[in-house]
């Protein structure tokens, strides 16, 4: 079983910034990704940046240039710097694993969510 435990949300006024953590424990091989994703009220889940195990990043469109995601793979931990927040980046933001579990399992798994709630 594996659990990612986050932290670092909250509330905020616009133009400033947050940074989310997110660990990995349990039992597993190794961490191939993680990422983080938001689900504002009403939405779908959306991802918003993803790094490899690598340390290669992929973000979305919207959050570029001003997010940045990072990892440290010796704490299997993900980190989510956010800067110039605004109110429509308001969502619970939810922590999200691909693990190898054995040789021949991978296996995807999610935070509970922490709540970035931006104010105008």
């Known amino acids: 079983q594996v659990q990612l435990v986050e932290s670092g949300g909250g509330l905020v006024q616009s133009g400033g910034s947050l940074r989310l953590s997110c660990a990995a424990s349990g039992s597993f091989l190794s961490i191939n990704s993680m990422g983080w994703y938001r689900q504002a009220s009403g939405n779908e889940r959306k991802l918003v940046a993803v790094?490899?195990?690598?340390?290669?990043?992929n973000y979305a469109e919207s959050v570029e240039g001003r997010f940045t995601i990072s990892s440290d793979n010796a704490k299997n931990t993900v980190y989510l710097q956010m800067n110039s927040l605004k109110p429509e980046v308001t969502a619970v933001y939810y922590c999200?694993?691909?693990?190898?579990?054995?040789?021949?399992?991978?296996?995807?798994?999610w935070g509970q969510g922490t709540q970035v709630t931006v104010s105008s």
């Open positions: 790094i490899t195990s690598g340390g290669s990043g």
């Open positions: 999200n694993a691909m693990v190898r579990l054995t040789f021949y399992r991978n296996d995807n798994y």
